[in-house]
């Protein structure tokens, strides 16, 4: 099984503020997702990459593909109190192992 | 629309005592799966299905046990509750090979005393 890393584990920060959450594999994927889990419930699809280099845009948040297709960056801009959650990042092995980070716990203060 | 259903939502156990749980989705979707979620690790793949009749072990699959009779419902047992295994599981499904988004449950919350 493909290991996923995301990094930082945690994030508290000030609302407004900018950040980057990362995700990094030794090995390629056939795709690359984001979810997002709130307390009590189970994750939600943010997105889904797939071409190497890729780039998607969702409202403030970024997510980009690593031409490598090993990687994948997720940027928020002006963080707000409501984008506070658990953010996964998951690979696809091939159409059927979906394959999990431990996650990046981002708290946002007002 | 009830998507993907888990029962029940929480658990107590005492060690050595069997259960199972139940993953029920009304979506037609092929695929199942289910995941153990314990702090600073993630999601941890235990079994997965990917049609009717078939089952497959993922990274933990060790004191579990799946089985998949009807395309909508995915079963995850165990026979012999240990401490180790007090955790919150997910179900979760998707529609096929090609269709890459999971559906997950609300999650089962288990303690093993």
């Known amino acids: 099984t493909q290991l996923l890393e995301q990094s930082p584990q945690f994030l508290s920060i000030q609302e407004g503020e900018n950040l980057t959450v990362y995700c990094n594999s030794s090995s390629v994927f056939s795709s690359l997702q984001w979810y997002r889990q709130e307390p009590g419930e189970g994750p939600v699809l943010l997105v889904t990459v797939v071409t190497g280099g890729e780039v998607k845009k969702l409202k403030r948040l970024t997510f980009q593909f690593g031409d490598a297709r090993k990687d994948s960056s997720l940027h928020i801009t002006a963080a707000q109190p409501g984008d506070t959650g658990l953010y996964l990042c998951a690979g696809v092995e091939y159409g059927n192992k979906l394959v999990f980070g431990a996650g990046t716990i981002l708290r946002v203060k007002s | 629309n009830a998507g993907v259903t888990q029962t029940p939502k929480f658990r107590v156990l005492k060690t050595g005592q069997s259960m199972t749980l139940l993953c029920a989705q009304d979506?037609?979707?092929?695929?199942m799966y289910w995941y153990r979620q314990d702090p600073g690790m993630g999601l941890r793949l235990i079994h997965y299905?990917?049609?009717?009749?078939?089952?497959a072990k993922g990274e933990v699959p060790d004191g579990y046990n799946v089985s998949r009779l009807k395309k909508q419902n995915f079963l995850l047992g165990l026979e012999s509750a240990a401490p180790s295994q007090t955790s919150v599981y997910f179900c979760?499904?998707?529609?096929?090979?090609?269709?890459?988004?999971?559906?997950f449950g609300q999650g089962t919350r288990l303690t093993v005393v």
């Open positions: 979760a499904s998707k529609r096929n090979r090609q269709n890459t988004e999971a559906f």
């Open positions: 979506m037609n979707h092929e695929y």
């Open positions: 299905s990917v049609g009717e009749g078939t089952t």
